[in-house]
Nanobody
Framework: QVQLVESGGGLVQAGGSLRLSCAASGNIFSINLMGWYRQAPGKQRELVASITNSGDTNYADSVKGRFTISRDNAKNTIYLQMNSLKSEDTAVYYC???????????WGQGTQVTVSS
């Protein structure tokens, strides 16, 4: 089992910044992929950004140049620095942990990000 605890969500004005954190604990496999997804009301959950244990990153086109994902492997924690926030970034943001070799994945409980225009 892996537990994911997210923090850092909140209310911010358009153009502002927020930093999300996701700390993983439990049976962590060293080779893994972690990422941030988001789900806005009435929409499907979508990938925002992901990062492998070796630091390879992937971003949704809508956040490229504004969001930066990073990780601290020693702390089993990933971060999402969100700059130049827009109202369309409003959503519940979920952390995900995937260990493909072991066919396991886990979701965090989600953290609300609200951007006011």
């Amino acid at each position: 089992q892996v537990q994911l605890v997210e923090s850092g969500g909140g209310l911010v004005q358009a153009g502002g910044s927020l930093r999300l954190s996701c700390a993983a604990s439990g049976n962590i496999f060293s080779i893994n992929l972690m990422g941030w997804y988001r789900q806005a009301p009435g929409k499907q959950r979508e990938l925002v950004a992901s990062i492998t244990n070796s630091g390879d990153t992937n971003y949704a086109d809508s956040v490229k140049g504004r969001f930066t994902i990073s990780r601290d492997n020693a702390k089993n924690t990933i971060y999402l620095q969100m700059n130049s926030l827009k109202s369309e970034d409003t959503a519940v943001y979920y952390c995900r942990y995937i260990a493909y070799v072991h066919s396991v994945h886990y979701w965090g409980q989600g953290t609300q990000v609200t951007v006011s225009s």
